[in-house]
């Protein structure tokens, strides 16, 4: 009978061995795959940060780009601004300047016709006959304007005597006008209206002629000088003087 003989020590040893570094191969296959597959991960999640960083950098560029231009415009918008109202009011200066020039014309104009109108007033009481009746004409109204039974008379002293003249006749007219007794009429002697302008006396006080009457208490007083005549006509034509000379936009 054969009897089969089973592996030697030696033999165990080795199919170990083998059996070892076999499974060792696997084993660092298996790590090597792990090893490669970790990675490849690392690689692509290295790739998708890369990507995913460029793509914030570039928002984040192009929002620090896009805020610099808006700052840029505002900026911009902001001067164009400042030089447009530096614009306007420039031109309203010089616009209101040229209007003031204008007026300052016209007014000039004005005062120039009053002042020859002033001038012809001196002529007025240089013819003897027409000024008399001038003068009862002025002391009526004026008593007329009063209505008191005694007044104060007050006129140029060149004027005295043409004054003193002309007084009876005027209080009669008076009188019948307004159907009263005849009135008391004192003539100051003691302080007169300015006399005439001169070319010495330009500037100061002067009466071109006509009276000023008051009421005994001084409380009422009617001026009426041929200047004060002149201011109130001029006054109220004034509107009507600017128009023919200026035209209907005149102020």
Not at 4 to 17: A, W
Not at 135 to 142: E, N, R
Not at 143 to 172: H, N, Q, Y
Request: proline letters at 3%; aromatic letters at 6%.
């Amino acid at each position: 009978m054969h009897m089969q003989r089973g592996p030697t020590q030696r033999e165990q040893l080795s199919l170990c061995t083998r059996t070892w570094s076999e499974n060792r191969s696997e084993d660092l296959l298996q790590i090597q795959q792990m090893v490669k597959f970790i990675s490849q991960e690392a690689e692509e999640k290295a790739n998708e940060i890369s990507v995913s960083a460029e793509e914030e950098f570039n928002i984040e560029k192009l929002q620090l780009v896009e805020a610099e231009k808006r700052k840029i415009r505002q900026e911009y918008e902001r001067k164009e601004k400042q030089v447009e109202v530096r614009k306007k009011i420039e031109y309203s200066m010089q616009l209101n300047a040229s209007r003031i020039k204008v007026l300052q014309a016209q007014d000039d104009l004005v005062n120039s016709m009053k002042e020859a109108a002033a001038k012809e007033l001196l002529r007025v009481s240089q013819g003897e006959h027409v000024y008399n009746k001038l003068l009862k004409d002025l002391i009526v109204q004026s008593l007329l304007r009063l209505k008191e039974p005694a007044v104060l008379l007050r006129c140029r002293e060149d004027d005295l005597d043409f004054v003193e003249a002309v007084l009876p006749s005027a209080k009669l007219e008076y009188a019948e006008k307004a159907n009263v007794y005849e009135p008391e009429i004192i003539v100051d002697q003691h302080v007169y209206l300015p006399p005439a302008p001169t070319h010495h006396h330009a500037h100061g006080a002067f009466c071109s002629g006509g009276v000023v009457l008051a009421s005994r208490d001084g409380k009422i007083v009617c001026e009426n000088t041929l200047d004060a005549r002149l201011d109130v006509v001029f006054r109220k034509k004034l509107p009507e003087i600017r128009k023919s000379l200026f035209g209907q936009d005149a102020a």
